[in-house]
């Protein structure tokens, strides 16, 4: 079922409840959709300092060279933005809690990114930086900064426009017609970009998230692949190929 929030407002808080449709076992994935928004587009997947996000201190002359002026310092204030760059300035930042319900946000991020990323050595204490966790407070704390599951889940582009990213965990299991009280912190704007925000529970297995539709293509690919070998060993049967080895297939025999 779909829940719309009136107020697009940015900031806003919206709050519904939600029945469960049916038993929930943990673990319950939460993520967040929003679209369209191309992280696929070329500019945006170059705008980034590689090295600079793994926690190397860089000259400003090597962040001049990749990240325009508007994301490269804080207009509000002049202060040089760490990390720079279109991806790291472009955090979604919305919110979302459930009343009496804890969500786990770690676990959501590839290991290998929070790996990846590292802060400076001199953070937070650089002087005229903006950093992430002062731009971003709702979703970025100070002892995290770079090392946020959130941040590096956001930094992994999505390779559609219709994109799909982790949230959070819920660790216990929602029975049928439990009701679930939202509040959604919107700080995300989505209207100058023409797009939609969402927000999915789904259950999950050993082998990832529930998708009956891609479920039933892979069956109906296999079931269509089994027909075509069918189809192609009664032709063979019936159509016999020539028994090859007879004295009228020799070389320069013929017909009496």
Not at 3 to 30: G, H, W
């Amino acid at each position: 079922r779909l829940y719309v929030c009136k107020d697009q407002a940015v900031p806003s808080v919206c709050s519904f409840n939600v029945t469960v449709p049916e038993d929930m076992p943990e673990p319950i994935l939460l993520y967040y959709s929003l679209g369209p928004f191309y992280q696929n587009f070329n500019n945006y997947l170059k705008s980034e300092v590689p090295n600079e996000l793994e926690g190397q201190v860089v000259s400003e002359s090597e962040r001049e060279n990749i990240c325009s002026e508007a994301v490269l310092t804080d207009a509000a204030d002049g202060k040089a933005v760490v990390p720079c760059g279109m991806k790291a300035t472009s955090l979604f930042n919305d919110t979302f809690e459930l009343s009496g319900i804890s969500i786990e946000g770690s676990g959501i991020a590839w290991h290998s990114d929070v790996e990846r990323y590292n802060n400076p050595p001199d953070y937070p204490d650089r002087p005229d930086t903006s950093w992430l966790y002062q731009r971003y407070s709702d979703v970025i704390s100070e002892a995290e900064g770079v090392k946020s599951e959130h941040f590096a889940t956001w930094m992994r582009p999505a390779a559609l426009p219709g994109m799909y990213k982790r949230y959070g965990w819920i660790r216990e299991d929602l029975n049928a017609g439990r009701t679930l009280h939202f509040r959604i912190s919107s700080s995300f704007p989505v209207d100058s970009l023409h797009a939609h925000k969402a927000l999915v529970l789904t259950t999950v297995n050993p082998l990832g998230g529930r998708d009956d539709g891609f479920g039933i293509l892979l069956m109906s690919c296999g079931a269509l692949c089994a027909v075509v070998v069918l189809l192609v060993q009664l032709i063979r049967f019936v159509a016999k190929e020539p028994e090859y080895g007879s004295s009228s297939d020799e070389p320069g025999s013929s017909e009496p």
